[in-house]
């Protein structure tokens, strides 16, 4: 966990987004939250990470999603470096789809 950004605000957000019930909550809280750019950068982000957890190449990451290549390097140290959370919200996922 990165004690960079864990603080009492940031606890806050995340207490917030636990009380979201349903997609179309998520839809108007992140609305009301974040800039058009924020959402497309998240989005993109987390399409970036199924496709490279899914072994996909670079190029057609680019092709697909428009993603720059140090945006999909960060994503990628991430899925490797990181906290596993990627992973354990696609495994989530993946059984909730079962």
Known sequence: MNSKIRNADTDFLFEAILQLRDIDECYRFFEDLCTVTEMKSMSQRIVVAKMLRE??????????TGASTAT?????????????????VFDRMEQAEQ
Request: proline share 0%; hydrophobic share 30%.
């Open 55 to 64: 072994k996909k190449v670079y190029n057609d990451i680019v092709n697909e």
């Open 72 to 88: 999909i390097s960060r994503v990628k140290r991430s899925l490797e470096y990181g906290c596993d959370a990627y992973s354990l």
